[in-house]
């Protein structure tokens, strides 16, 4: 009946109670500066969940400590060794309680800073935020969708010079073409508060435009204006329209940004060349190879027209560089790359301050020369030139990630994502990074979230295997790569998810159709499977060939978890030099080991035994797929 009284009366005289009370109110207020700080230094959001972590695993170790220990003029003394006498117990806990009070005084302060100063601002700059839909077009001209593309991209550009105010990029507006869904959930999908929409109409020599400006909480109209005016004054009609749209957000323009406006305009003027310019944007956001193809024609036409277009020649490049290595090989493919060399060059020397001809000639040196660096330091200054852009971001968050740092590239790409929140191959490369440093269920959430901005997106499922194959988990891992897009997608999922299991036999066939079918284009994924079946002699001769061949994976090597069990072998270090990366100092310890696949001596005699019927149902599917191919061509 007396020992809980007495113990209660023992923590009370050591202060053990005091100390709880400091420790949990100094771990609040940590928690709540590291808040604050996160979106101002772009900390990652994990930081703040480590934080909670520590302090919760700290808490029994620092009341042990309070039991255990007494604070004396003497310093730090076990309780046992203190006599009664000499005890100071009653003065440490009167100053513990002024501790606390300090500590419970500087948290009241803060939230009285956060609800008072800091929020307001955040929310006055969301209500500063707006996205613009791409104009429809109204008659007039059978191509008239290039032209009010144009003049819908042109207002992103123009309004994202004005400071306070959060303009959605393109990628993530034009997802909402022709949408019939409600206004507020475009707002909320997007993270924008206005929303500005309207119509186009290029007939004869007259250019008619109305715009209507929606308030997304609501779908209020805020306000609409009509204009018309004849096509020789169109740049006038576009600066009018920005400085008409900024004003009514009560956004005022960058100090840095109060020249004149030109934005992707011809210098001389030329609204030909300009017409041809805004084709040129129209068919390459499209993304296949007959479209870069047309995009590349129109920007000719643009460039014929005016020679010192520098941002048709910067088009041009970046152009040429995507299709050169997306669909080219071998003489074609170096054709393309020499293009783009030259196009970078002449959009540089017309114009030194432009970011679109950085970002080009940074494309150019990273997928053509393999010239990591100085892609890397192309980006940052196109950074500079254009610091609101997303796709110059994710661009140098990519480059990070090839030079060893998917930390940073992470920390780019949620930036990038802030203003294009609907880029799916941002989201992509977002788990790619995430992968890399172990983190596989946020892995898994952001590729969850590129396929539902682009459903049947490919290469998603491809990484979903991969995810799979990291947690050793090969029935997920085939599940998946069945799941991928039939062709080359499905057969490198297919090839690498099959090490994991114990059917050899379709194990084996499945590299041999990969190799038969994709040595010349896929050397790189070749080295992964390879990794995956143990062979490091193999690794090293496909990621010899998938330089020999300019294989763009080879960017992957520095944050590919499948290839991360060979970094200690010597001719690792040898191959990066080779390629230009830096050698790696270690392999990160938070990041799980790839599950081993079965070893040679184990997988000649497993060939030899029936695998699972799940195994020989994909390896049917890779026969079937092969004979697809093969009547299609």
């Known amino acids: 009946m007396t020992t809980r009284p007495r113990l209660f009366v023992e923590l009370r005289r050591r202060n053990v109670f005091r100390a709880a009370t400091f420790y949990a109110a100094s771990a609040w207020l940590l928690v709540e500066v590291v808040t ?44 046992s060794e203190v006599p009664a006498s000499e005890s100071i117990a009653h003065l440490t806990g009167k100053q513990l309680d002024r501790m606390i009070i300090a500590v419970l005084a500087l948290a ?92 186009v109409r290029r007939e004869g020599g007259r250019v008619r435009i109305v715009l209507e400006m929606v308030r997304a909480a609501d779908g209020e109209t805020l306000w609409t204006q009509r204009y018309e005016r004849a096509y020789h004054d169109l740049f006038a009609l576009q600066d009018e329209i920005a400085a008409t749209v900024a004003g ?18 011809p210098p001389g003027g030329s609204l030909d060349a300009y017409n041809a310019y805004l084709q040129g944007k129209f068919y390459e956001a499209r993304n296949s190879e007959a479209d870069f193809r047309k995009a590349i024609h129109h920007y000719q036409q643009a460039i014929a027209s005016d020679a010192r277009y520098a941002e048709a020649h910067a088009a041009l490049s970046l152009t040429s560089t995507r299709l ?12 393309g790359y020499a293009q783009a060399g030259k196009a970078a060059q002449a959009a540089l020397s017309i114009d030194p301050g432009l970011a679109a001809a950085y970002l080009a000639r940074g494309k150019l040196r990273v997928w053509a020369d393999f010239d990591w660096t100085g892609g890397a330091a192309d980006y940052r200054r196109a950074l500079q030139l254009a610091p609101g852009s997303s796709p110059i971001k994710t661009s140098l968050g990519e480059v990070e990630a090839m030079l060893g740092h998917p930390q940073r590239a992470e920390v780019l790409t949620r930036d990038a994502l802030a203003a294009d929140p609907l880029n799916a ?9 995430l992968m890399s440093l172990g983190r596989l269920d946020e892995a898994e959430q952001a590729l969850s979230k590129a396929a539902e901005v682009q459903p049947g997106m490919f290469g998603n499922q491809e990484q979903l295997a991969i995810i799979g194959i990291l947690r050793g988990d090969a029935a997920a891992a085939l599940r998946a790569a069945g799941q991928e897009h039939a062709g080359d997608w499905r057969d490198a999922a297919m090839a690498r998810a099959l090490q994991l299991g114990d059917d050899r036999r379709a194990a ?87 599950r081993d696949a079965p070893s040679q001596a184990a997988a000649s005699v497993k060939s030899r035994q029936p695998g699972s019927s799940q195994c020989r149902q994909q390896a049917s599917a890779i026969a079937r797929a092969a004979a697809h191919c093969a009547r299609a061509t």
């Open 36 to 79: 604050q700080l996160v979106p101002v230094f772009d900390i990652p959001g994990g930081v703040v969940r480590w934080i909670v972590i520590a302090a919760v695993i700290g808490f029994p170790f620092a009341m042990l400590f309070s039991w255990l220990y007494e604070w004396t003029p003497a310093g730090v003394r076990r309780e």
């Open 425 to 433: 191959h941002a989201w992509h490369l977002l788990a790619t990074y």
């Open 248 to 265: 009514a957000l009560q956004a005022k323009l960058l100090a840095a940004d109060r020249r004149p406006a030109r934005g992707d305009r």
């Open 324 to 335: 050169a290595g997306r669909f080219l090989e071998g003489e074609q493919m170096r054709m």
């Open 108 to 199: 009241v302060v803060l939230l009285l800073v956060n609800k008072l100063v800091l929020r307001p601002r955040i929310e006055a700059l969301a209500d500063r935020s707006i996205a613009v839909l791409p104009l429809v077009s109204e008659g007039g001209d059978a191509g008239g969708e290039y032209f009010s593309d144009g003049l819908s991209e042109n207002l992103i550009a123009a309004l994202s010079r004005f400071h306070g105010l959060k303009v959605i990029s393109r990628n993530s507006s034009f997802q909402f073409r022709d949408s019939k869904e409600d206004r507020r959930k475009i707002g909320r999908k997007l993270g924008a508060a206005h929303l500005l929409e309207g119509r």
């Open 508 to 594: 084996d066939l499945a590299l041999d159709r990969m190799i038969e079918t994709q040595a010349g284009k896929a050397a790189y994924q070749i080295a992964q499977v390879q990794a995956l079946r143990k062979d490091p002699d193999k690794v090293f001769e496909w990621l010899e060939r998938a330089m020999a061949s300019r294989d763009p994976g080879i960017g992957l090597l520095l944050y590919d978890p499948l290839l991360r069990p060979y970094r200690d072998d010597p001719r690792f270090a040898a191959f990066c030099r080779k390629v230009g990366l830096p050698v790696p100092a270690s392999v990160p310890s938070s990041v799980p080991p790839v």
